[in-house]
């Protein structure tokens, strides 16, 4: 988690077994789950009747695990991957504009920010929140004084990664790894990630 080497010292607080079945490059891609998990819970408490939220990139435990009903966001060729998923509605960007397919939405996962952050506004209910992970803050104000613009609560621990291999056993959830890299190659992992097509997770394997 955040780092790129072979090794690593880590507090045993922070590591949970390994979910039986699943390999080790599997295993890794995971973990954003827990955060994922981690800050809708913290946005809605227990599950609530059709809570709304939109997000990126979908993970179906995450949000209808929770009890939630889920939009999402991909371009045309993913637009059936994306459903496959299991997100209750998708809309391809290509041909419409989300900020005017939706609506009264309680939490948005902004995960590309700039224009995008901008055009979930209007989409929120009021007390709604947009929460980013890895993205900028807002230099400006924001339009909007009756939601919140805040960065995604991330604390790991054993606790919450038990968590996520329970939704692993229980097939709520499955790791969606896409493209795998060697080690040596960890530059056009990147590189890959940065056109912004990449489809679910992009991996290193630190054995090759």
Known sequence: ???????????????????????????????????????????QGPAR??????????RRATGQHLGAAVAA????????????????QVIDYTKTDFSTAIKDIDLVIDLIGGDTRFKSFPVLKPGGVISHISVPPMTQAP?????EVKPAPVRYDATLLEQVTALVKSKAAQPTVTEVFPFNDALKSFEHVMTG????????DMTQ
Do not use: C, W
């Open 197 to 204: 097509h990449a489809r679910g997770k992009v991996m290193l």
């Open 1 to 43: 988690m955040g780092t790129f080497a072979e090794y690593a010292v880590m507090s045993a607080a922070t590591l949970a077994h390994r979910p039986a079945g699943l390999s080790e490059v599997d295993a890794g891609s995971i973990e954003r789950l827990g955060r994922d998990r981690q800050h809708g819970q913290a946005r």
């Open 143 to 147: 339009p909007r004084s009756d939601v």
């Open 73 to 88: 966001t991909a371009g045309s060729k993913n637009v059936e991957f994306v459903r496959s998923l299991g997100a209750d």
């Open 49 to 58: 009747a059709d809570p709304r939220r939109r997000r990126r990139q979908f």
